[in-house]
C-alpha cells in the first residue's frame, strides 16, 4: 500500500500563487502517472494535470498557462505550482498516484481564492 500526503494549501487573493506538493510513502512516480484533481463544492472531481513517468504532461483548458505540474522521483514528490489563482479554482485538491493496476488517492487539501 502506498500513502499519498498533499499540502501547501490555504487561502489565497485572487492573482495569487500557491504550491501544492505531494508526497508519497515510497517511490512511485518514477513507474507511476501523477496527477492532481480537485472538486468543488457540489460538482464532480475533475482532472487539473497529469505528469507521466517519462515526465509528460497534460493540463485541463482551465488551467493552461496558470499551473505547473512537476516531480521529483528521488523524493518520491510531485508538485502543483499554481499561479493567476481565481476564485473558480477553489476546490480540494486530490494528488493520484496511477499504475497498471493501482490507483492511490491522498486526503486532499483546501485551496481557497478569495478576496
Known amino acids: 500500500q502506498v500513502q499519498l500526503v498533499e499540502s501547501g494549501g490555504g487561502l489565497v487573493q485572487p492573482g495569487g500563487s500557491l504550491r501544492l506538493s505531494c508526497a508519497a510513502s515510497?517511490?512511485?512516480?518514477?513507474?507511476?502517472?501523477g496527477g492532481w484533481y480537485r472538486q468543488a463544492a457540489g460538482k464532480q472531481r475533475e482532472l487539473v494535470a497529469t505528469i507521466r513517468s517519462g515526465g509528460t504532461t497534460t493540463y485541463a483548458d482551465s488551467v493552461k498557462g496558470r499551473f505547473t505540474i512537476s516531480k521529483n522521483n528521488a523524493q518520491n514528490t510531485v508538485y502543483l505550482q499554481m499561479n493567476s489563482l481565481k476564485p473558480e479554482d477553489t476546490a480540494v485538491y486530490y494528488c493520484n498516484g496511477r499504475g497498471f493496476v493501482n490507483d492511490y488517492w491522498g486526503q486532499g487539501t483546501q485551496v481557497t481564492v478569495s478576496s
Open positions: 515510497r517511490s512511485i512516480f518514477n513507474i507511476y502517472t
